[in-house]
């Protein structure tokens, strides 16, 4: 079985700090958790849901991985979302899952209630799976 490792440009330099972004393995896509920053390690927006928000370049982040190998938000069949107050913040959430989601079919969902991220300032947390041909 080979194993692909996914770091494309844009992104943080993973290894440097002692992981993948994502890998490919038996014909399916797993990623790390893609959170709001940019590969400077800066974090955008101060919510969840303003347009240069976390949650939002957290997708964006997600969308470079895919794109690596030819896939898109599309080819995804399931998010888990690690979500910081999720009972706060889950409305804004959906607010900004429909921009990346708006109509069926829709990947399967878990969204998780953290207290806290890797980071201070983290609040939304993506991990990914699609499924690639080898």
């Given at each position: 079985m080979s194993r692909e490792?996914?770091?494309p440009d844009g992104l943080i330099d993973a290894p440097s700090i002692g992981y993948s972004h994502a890998i490919v393995e038996g014909g399916t896509l797993y990623t790390s958790g893609q959170v709001g920053w940019d590969e400077e390690f800066e974090l955008a927006g101060e919510d969840i849901q303003s347009q240069a928000s976390k949650a939002s370049k957290a997708f964006e982040n997600v969308e470079t991985l895919l794109a690596e190998i030819d896939k898109s938000l599309e080819d995804v069949t399931k998010v888990t979302a690690h979500i910081v107050d999720l009972h706060e913040n889950r409305e804004d959430f959906f607010e900004v899952w429909q921009e990346?989601?708006?109509e069926p079919p829709y990947p399967c969902l878990t969204l998780l209630g953290p207290d806290q991220l890797a980071q201070p300032g983290m609040l939304?947390?993506?991990e990914v799976e699609v499924?690639?041909?080898t």
């Amino acid at each position: 079985m080979s194993r692909e490792i996914i770091q494309p440009d844009g992104l943080i330099d993973a290894p440097s700090i002692g992981y993948s972004h994502a890998i490919v393995e038996g014909g399916t896509l797993y990623t790390s958790g893609q959170v709001g920053w940019d590969e400077e390690f800066e974090l955008a927006g101060e919510d969840i849901q303003s347009q240069a928000s976390k949650a939002s370049k957290a997708f964006e982040n997600v969308e470079t991985l895919l794109a690596e190998i030819d896939k898109s938000l599309e080819d995804v069949t399931k998010v888990t979302a690690h979500i910081v107050d999720l009972h706060e913040n889950r409305e804004d959430f959906f607010e900004v899952w429909q921009e990346f989601y708006s109509e069926p079919p829709y990947p399967c969902l878990t969204l998780l209630g953290p207290d806290q991220l890797a980071q201070p300032g983290m609040l939304v947390e993506l991990e990914v799976e699609v499924p690639v041909e080898t």
